[in-house]
């Protein structure tokens, strides 16, 4: 009976459904429970757990019930989903779960697909889709940066970046002087090419009452990144790409280069992008 017992494979059932998901798709996590319940049952498993993420993407491991499943892993042996999104969305967290629960000798089924990784083919197929899952992903980062370096060469705008300080974006995604703000951008500029240190300039900055982009206190290190941007001289930097932008510029670009020149004479070893000087990829970049 103790070996009957021992044979009888446990399993957890996993349920997710997000806020989009019930707004689009019309998921229903009783109905999932419902077939995963009969499909254990069809199966001759047991039902060790029961694991329910209501208004959660699948894009991100951070579930609360996932999170306790994966702790509690020791208690079942099979993790069994409805459909191989229901457990994740990114083909990365995916495949780093399915390399963990092989470690351990834990299974993996999902109802719709009929996979089963207790098997050699549910074991192959699962292999073929974790490599096609890899290829999409891989496709869809080389689109991106592709399309992210075309921005950067022809009119600019956000490259998935916050807007610096000084800037927001409009409805187009266009950088837009923000008036209350961009006053102290040229200030902080000129009284630092004027000869002031980074920590009166910051300290000029926190005295107008003004603060850096998230709430941040001014201090040297947020003030440099301002001083070494050259999105305020109407330049867009990405991926050693320094290009004309479409937007507006905050300060000149000899002002900005002055700047950048007592930056690098104060720390030689710091790297900045000069606008009109072409020294070669340590020196800068030119502003074309």
């Excluded at 999409?136 to 940066?145: C, T």
Aim: proline share 3%; charged share 25%.
């Amino acid at each position: 009976m103790d070996g009957m017992q021992q044979a009888v494979t446990r399993v957890a059932l996993y349920t997710r459904v997000s806020t989009e998901d019930q707004a689009k798709e019309g998921f229903s996590l009783d109905a999932q429970l419902d077939r995963l319940r009969l499909y254990a049952r069809a199966q001759a498993w047991h039902v060790a757990g029961e694991y329910i993420d209501e208004g959660h993407s699948g894009r991100t491991t951070k579930r609360p019930a996932y999170q306790r499943m994966m702790t509690e892993r020791g208690t079942w042996d099979t993790l069994l989903v409805l459909k191989m999104d229901r457990i994740h969305r990114n083909s990365r967290n995916f495949m780093a779960m399915m390399d963990g629960l092989t470690c351990e000798n834990k299974g993996f089924a999902s109802v719709t697909e009929s996979l089963d990784t207790a098997t050699a083919m549910g074991r192959f197929v699962m292999d073929i889709i974790q490599r096609i899952a890899q290829l999409e992903s891989e496709q869809i980062g080389e689109r991106v940066y592709i399309g992210m370096e075309q921005k950067a060469k022809t009119s600019g705008g956000s490259l998935g970046k916050p807007a610096p300080f000084g800037y927001r974006y409009d409805g187009d995604g266009r950088l837009q002087p923000v008036p209350e703000e961009a006053p102290f951008v040229v200030g902080a500029f000129e009284r630092f090419a004027a000869g002031e240190r980074k920590k009166q300039v910051a300290d000029w900055l926190a005295g107008g009452g003004t603060r850096g982009r998230g709430g941040a206190a001014w201090n040297i290190r947020n003030l440099t990144h301002v001083l070494t941007n050259p999105v305020y001289a109407g330049a867009i930097h990405w991926q050693n790409q320094l290009q004309i932008g479409a937007h507006q510029a905050i300060v000149g670009a000899a002002l900005y280069d002055k700047a950048q020149a007592l930056i690098r004479r104060r720390s030689p070893r710091r790297r900045v992008y000069f606008l009109r000087t072409l020294e070669g990829p340590e020196e800068g970049l030119a502003h074309r």
